[in-house]
């Protein structure tokens, strides 16, 4: 019995001096890749995005790629770990097919989204900062992911579109072009001269600062409404000041109404008593 045990301690002991120096290689090698990740991922994206700088390609889609790249630093370090474990990778690769489809018939949606990004990306329909309609929201572009797109709405909202449903969907591109056309219609009573009404709109907008002047400005009356006649009003402005002019043109005209005795109708019912 004690000679059995001494003989499976000496081969214990021959097995763990041959196999020391193969752990502690793999050890050296596990430690060497777990210290050089955040240097060479740091370095990776250093030079891709100067790399990118270069051919001034759209922000969005900067960080779609720099998401790609992301995931390939992460799977080439998991395969050097798995390959220097000893693990086959044809075993491993076995298994992550076979992970995959299972995954791929599961999240048939997010692939639906994965593919309705790059759609987007490649197609190019609206970048960062743009104002988009589109899928019953709206707001400014913040960024694109893989599965979805992030908007800030005007009152600062978050809101997340899936790129599948966003890539069928109908886009309203309200940022695309620096210039954009702001029409306001006004209503005043029948008995308002049509001339006069004209005159006033036409100056207003005229005098305006932020109203483009070398555009055209259209004021016209429009329609003969049930109490009322409606005339519309159509200039242009930059983008970014689309709502300043909106809302002063508002302003302006209903305080000028009130000076020059224009009345803007309002429904009302006349009682006759007999």
């Known amino acids: 019995m ?13 097995a763990l001096a041959k196999a020391t120096p193969i752990i502690l290689k793999k050890l050296v090698l596990l430690g060497i890749l777990w210290a050089t ?3 060479f991922k740091n370095f990776c994206f250093r030079a891709f995005r100067k790399f990118l700088s270069l051919k001034k390609l759209d922000e969005l889609l900067v960080h779609f790629l720099e ?11 998991i395969l050097d770990v798995i390959q220097i474990i000893g693990i086959e990778m044809t075993s491993v690769l076995a298994l992550l097919g076979s992970i995959g489809i ?15 990004g790059m759609q987007i990306l490649a197609s190019r329909y609206f970048t960062k900062g743009d104002y988009i309609v589109t899928c019953g929201v709206e707001g400014i572009v913040q960024r694109i992911t893989f599965l979805y797109t992030v908007l800030h709405t005007v009152d600062n909202k978050f ?8 890539s069928g969907e109908v886009i309203i591109n309200a940022g695309a072009n620096l210039e954009r056309r702001v029409d306001s219609v006004f209503s005043v009573s029948y008995d308002t001269s049509i001339d006069k009404v004209k005159e006033i709109l036409r100056e207003i907008a005229e005098n305006h600062p932020l109203v483009l ?4 400005i259209f004021v016209r009356l429009s329609k003969h409404n049930a109490s009322s006649l409606d005339f519309t009003m159509r200039v242009w402005a930059k983008k970014d ?11 302006t005209v209903k305080k000028r ?17 007999k």
């Open 2 to 14: 004690e000679h059995a045990i001494s003989t499976f301690l000496n081969e214990l002991l021959t």
């Open 67 to 77: 998401s790609l790249l992301n995931i390939a630093i992460i799977m080439f370090y």
């Open 213 to 216: 002047k070398d555009k055209d």
């Open 37 to 39: 990740y955040k240097p």
């Open 241 to 251: 000041h689309y709502w300043d002019v909106f809302f002063d043109l508002q302003e």
């Open 159 to 166: 809101v997340v579109v899936p790129n599948g449903k966003l």
């Open 102 to 116: 299972g995954v791929g018939l599961a999240l048939k949606g997010s692939l639906s989204d994965l593919a309705g």
């Open 257 to 273: 109404f009130d000076q020059e005795g224009i009345e803007i109708p309002y429904n009302k019912i006349d009682v006759y008593q």
